[in-house]
Each structure stands twice: as C-alpha cells, then as structure tokens.
C-alpha cells in the first residue's frame, strides 16, 4: 500500500540520517578528526542502487528465494572492487571511489556501527575524503527487517 511503503521510506531516511551522525561522532571522538565530509549526489546514487536491489528481493515470492535473492546480491553487489556503473559514470576524472554493500539482519545502529568500525571501514584519512552513505531498511515477514547499507569513500589520486 502506499501508507506502507510511506512509512518504509520514513524509516529508511531516519535510520540514514542516523547512521551518518553516528559515522562523523566515531570519526570524531575516536579517531579524533573533527570533520567527516560526505558527497551527497553519490550517497543518493547508491540509494538508487538499493531501490533496484530491493526490487530485486521483493520479485522473490518464497522465504527461500527471498534467502537466495539476498546472498545473490551481496555477492554480486558487496564484493570489494566491485563499482557499479552509476557510481563509476559520475565520478569525476582524478577521482576514485571505493566501497561495499552489506547485509545486517538488525536495525540497531549500535551493533551495525560495531560491525562497520570492526571491518575499518571508516577509518580512511587520506586528504579530501568524503564518505558515501547510502541505507535503505527492507521489512521481511513476521516483523523481522534487514538494513542494507552502501559505505564508500571517495578521493583524489595523487599524483608523483
């Protein structure tokens, strides 16, 4: 219904807005960098990627399929390298992006910032970074959701 999908989105937007507050308070407090630049028009590209990865998932009508259409898409999407095209066709020349996607099968911020922290994600400080963020959260059957989440960064090559 469009009430349902309404409140998906809502939700969706308020756990992004969460996450990204709570990358640049990390950034802040542990790493003690005092600003966490973020590159928005690539942020919303990579939510458009979670749109058409979502829509993939939700053809799937069966629990099982839903499992194999999930671990389809982490391995195609989330292996590190992988760039997809929308991203690589709006990266300006000089530029590099890198990144992944992820699966978590909760919606608190705390345990996926662990997870996220523990792979060393954000730990990148090479000059003029800006991070990528992009979430969406998929509400599964029987009330269970998953967060799926794009974290990258992008920077400058240097060159000697």
Same mark, same amino acid.
């Given at each position: 219904?469009? #009430? %349902? ?9 308020? $756990?992004?807005?969460? /996450?990204? *507050?709570?990358?640049?308070? $990390?950034? =802040?407090?542990?790493? +003690?960098?005092? *600003?966490?630049? +973020? *590159? ?6 990579? =939510? ?8 993939? !998932?939700?053809?799937? *009508? ?5 499992? @194999? ?6 391995? @195609? $999407? %989330? ?9 690589? =066709?709006? /990266?300006?020349? &000089?530029?590099?992006?890198? &990144?992944? #996607?992820?699966? +978590?099968?909760?919606?608190?911020? =705390?345990?996926?910032? /662990?997870?996220?922290?523990?792979? %060393?994600? #954000?730990?990148?400080?090479?000059? %003029? ?10 509400? #599964?059957?029987? &009330? ?12 400058? !090559?240097?060159?000697?």
């Amino acid at each position: 219904s469009a #009430l %349902g999908h309404r409140a998906q989105t809502l939700e969706s937007k308020m $756990f992004l807005s969460d /996450l990204v *507050d709570s990358i640049s308070l $990390f950034r =802040q407090h542990r790493l +003690f960098l005092p *600003d966490t630049l +973020f *590159d928005n028009r690539l942020s919303r590209i990579l =939510q458009g990627e979670l749109v058409r990865i979502k829509s993939l !998932i939700e053809s799937a *009508d069966r629990c099982s399929q839903i499992e @194999e259409a999930q671990e389809w898409c982490v391995s @195609e $999407f %989330g292996s590190a390298g992988h760039v997809p095209t929308s991203v690589q =066709q709006a /990266l300006p020349p &000089g530029v590099v992006w890198t &990144g992944s #996607l992820h699966m +978590f099968k909760t919606t608190s911020i =705390q345990e996926i910032m /662990l997870k996220l922290e523990e792979m %060393g994600i #954000l730990n990148c400080s090479k000059p %003029g970074v800006r991070f990528t963020v992009a979430a969406s959260v998929f509400p #599964l059957m029987w &009330g269970l959701s998953t967060v799926w989440v794009y974290v990258g960064v992008t920077y400058h !090559i240097q060159h000697h």
